[in-house]
């Protein structure tokens, strides 16, 4: 039998180190006194394969390691950095071992033993596809933390080609990057929008429609303008060349990004202040006359986006000072539940600018006031952009009553926002939040100011944010 023990002292006794699978194996059988053929009935494993592999003449394939590891009652993975150390550290990488080995690792959530096997493969970039084929199955079946270091390799052994791999990668990046935290989504939305444009056909709609969401998440309106007037084209080209006819990878129906991209450079115009240039967009995805019979899919998109004209339409009228209108808007969303949140965003900064009194509003829909995913009829709303609107939503009631002297309500609605605010690290709403909380600390009891307190522990950003104000002020007294 193969000897692959180590000797080590201790006290003067011979300790014997276990550096293989096969060294536990061996002494796994001896401290249980039990034979190949006991072990063989337990594991699965034939006791002639048992035996050669105890003798270093057979290698151990994935599914016996699993089969021994079970066998030996010992948790799942147990052995794999043995493993890698054992079968790829010291050859070259056989990738009908590696491939199910990866696989088994994404599915043990071994992200670090993925790692390991990677670098050893880093310098062979005929893995490439192999390793790209391999991440799709992972992005496919879910297993999207497996699936970044595969894609990461990728994209880097092939930053130099310009390929259609290397923005497939950074697009599957990019969608497995996004998170609550908006530092994180606008690093992974710049990175991204460096190979936008050179996604194949099947994914530059969608890769356009989510880094749109991302930006629009962070209030890069600039970025807006740019990439909602790219997506328009896009997408219109795509439909006179090719009508309703889409590849299977994308995700909604073609004249869906028309109508969007008309959509976002209205919401665009609309926070630039530019009211008239924000209604014409309204008019643009109101109008789906020049759609030639539409499919039942594609009367949904149009039933949409018609709903959601209507109330941007509300929105950018009495944002724009036609207060009037108020009272419809009001009766457009008492019959269509998914409008009451976005409406609610948007006539509390109406309010705390015209002075209008919205007491009523807020108590009738005052279950809406919290986080939660928002669905459309066509599918749902980007969670990065709900949870940017909520946060504002949250100041901006604190904002109204502080004006009204409901001082107990503006803490409470204050500090909610600002707990939001760190949760998905909006630097810009916590520097809102501590500014406003500046204003009216005087009037703070105690319990409210250690309720801040507590949060300025919890984030350091808070301190970063109250620095800057001070520093603010005196540059601008």
């Not at 990046?173 to 998170?179: D, K, N, P, R, V």
């Amino acid at each position: 039998m193969a000897n692959h023990f180590i000797f080590t002292w201790k006290v003067g006794v011979p300790v014997r180190s276990l550096t293989t699978i096969r060294d536990h194996l061996e002494d796994y059988l001896k401290k249980n006194n039990m034979t190949l053929i006991h072990f063989s009935e337990i594991s699965g494993i034939n006791s002639g394969t048992l035996s050669g592999m105890l003798n270093g003449l057979r290698p151990i394939s994935m599914q016996q390691l699993d089969r021994i590891t079970i066998g030996m009652g010992l948790p799942e993975g147990y052995f794999y950095d043995l493993y890698i150390n054992e079968c790829f550290v010291h050859t070259s990488p056989d990738w009908r071992r590696l491939r199910p080995f990866l696989y088994r690792c994404a599915e043990l959530d071994k992200i670090e033993c993925m790692e390991t096997i990677i670098k050893l493969m880093m310098d062979n970039l005929a893995y490439a596809p192999l390793l790209f084929g391999l991440a799709e199955q992972l992005f496919h079946e879910g297993m999207f933390e497996a699936a970044k270091p595969l894609y990461y390799w990728v994209a880097e052994s092939e930053k130099m080609q310009h390929s259609e791999r290397l923005a497939l990668s950074q697009y599957r990046l990019f969608t497995i990057g996004l998170s609550k935290d908006q530092t994180n989504n606008l690093s992974v939305a710049t990175r991204f929008e460096l190979f936008v444009d050179r996604l194949g056909e099947p994914y530059e709609l969608d890769g356009l429609n989510e880094l749109i969401n991302a930006y629009a998440s962070v209030r890069r309106w600039d970025k807006l303008l740019e990439l909602g007037e790219k997506l328009k084209l896009k997408a219109s080209v795509h439909y006179e060349l090719y009508g309703n006819i889409k590849p299977k990878e994308v995700k909604k129906e073609i004249i869906f990004y028309i109508l969007y991209a008309y959509l976002v450079l209205g919401e665009t115009y609309f926070y630039f202040e530019e009211y008239e240039k924000a209604l014409h967009y309204v008019s643009l995805y109101t109008d789906s006359s020049w759609v030639i019979d539409p499919t039942e899919k594609e009367i949904t998109v149009i039933q949409q986006f018609k709903e959601w004209a209507e109330g941007n339409r509300y929105q950018y009228e009495l944002m724009s000072g036609k207060t009037d209108v108020l009272h419809d808007y009001l009766n457009y969303i008492s019959e269509r539940e998914n409008e009451v949140f976005p409406a609610l965003c948007e006539i509390v900064v109406a309010a705390n600018k015209f002075g209008l009194d919205i007491d009523a509003v807020l108590e009738k829909y005052e279950s809406s006031i919290i986080y939660r995913e928002q669905i459309s009829r066509i599918g749902a709303i980007s969670s990065q952009l709900t949870g940017d609107r909520y946060a504002n939503l949250l100041m901006g009631i604190s904002i109204y009553y502080f004006q009204k002297n409901n001082l107990d309500k503006g803490f409470l609605f204050l500090l909610d926002s600002l707990s939001i605010a760190i949760e998905i690290s909006s630097g810009l709403c916590m520097v809102k939040c501590v500014d406003l909380f500046e204003q009216y600390s005087t009037f703070a009891t105690a319990t409210t100011i250690e309720k801040y307190n507590k949060l300025k522990l919890k984030s350091k950003k808070i301190v970063f944010a109250r620095n800057y104000i001070h520093n603010l002020r005196r540059l601008n007294p």
